[in-house]
């Protein structure tokens, strides 16, 4: 299949959106950007499954909507999934309801068309919590609720693409996790936009899903990672060499 994992662009007056697999959802001022661990993962796992995979952050590439709407429908994707927080997701509700519209033929001013059967899948914190409701509020064909949704991804293409809520698992080891194919998700991208690295280029790996101490209440990830589990030491080591 022909799968998207994408980042539609939003003009804010807020400023840039921190969206991708980040904790606390922020607006910043000066762009940061946070390299996607988990979505980086799921299009390495589906691309070694011999799906063909578009890893397109309209974000991080600083992109406009029209040209990020031009990219994608440029990839006619089959199935579209977006990483979504509650502060945005009327916004993905709203993205995708134009583009399930009558902007899909190509007229009436909407955005470049997209094949009239995609089906777009949301994943994230937000729906994780509210799973039933962007069923009920939005044209979005299935949700994806936790954190190991790479895993998930694969698990729904296998079991034929079933509509509406998935169910929540996560898995009880994540060493079966490729490494993750860095060009195809455009490391680049997030290499040098962030105050966190000392040095750069930096980039992210995730040695642990998530957090060994898991009580902090502000944090979305001990609801997404209730289970914290590690991969082998020398698999961390090795891919970091």
């Known amino acids: 299949m022909r799968i998207a994992i994408a980042y539609p662009p939003f003009k804010s007056e807020k400023g840039v959106a921190l969206l991708t697999q980040n904790r606390q959802f922020q607006w910043f001022s000066r762009p940061t950007y946070i390299f996607p661990v988990v979505p980086a993962t799921a299009a390495t796992m589906l691309k070694k499954a011999g799906h063909e995979v578009l890893f397109l952050d309209g974000i991080a590439s600083e992109l406009s909507p029209e040209a990020f709407d031009s990219k994608l429908a440029e990839f006619r994707p089959e199935i579209v999934v977006l990483e979504t927080k509650t502060p945005v997701v009327k916004r993905h509700w709203k993205w995708i309801a134009e583009h399930l519209s009558s902007g899909m033929d190509g007229t009436s001013g909407g955005p470049a068309p997209l094949p ?25 064909w299935a949700v994806i609720p936790g954190g190991d949704w790479d895993f998930g991804l694969l698990d729904f293409l296998a079991a034929g693409c079933p509509k509406g809520v998935q169910p929540f698992a996560l898995k009880d080891s994540i060493a079966d996790a490729p490494w993750i194919d ?60």
């Open 182 to 241: 860095r060009d195809l998700v455009h490391w680049e991208l997030y290499a040098e936009k962030n105050g966190n690295f000392r040095r750069k280029p930096g980039t992210y790996i995730m040695s642990g899903r998530d957090c060994w101490h898991g009580k902090c209440t502000f944090c979305s990830w001990t609801t997404l990672y209730p289970r914290y589990r590690v991969r082998k030491v020398k698999d961390v080591v090795d891919e970091i060499e």
């Open 116 to 140: 009239t059967d995609v089906k777009f899948l949301l994943v994230g914190d937000h729906v994780t919590a509210l799973p039933e409701e962007s069923i009920e509020k939005s044209g979005v």
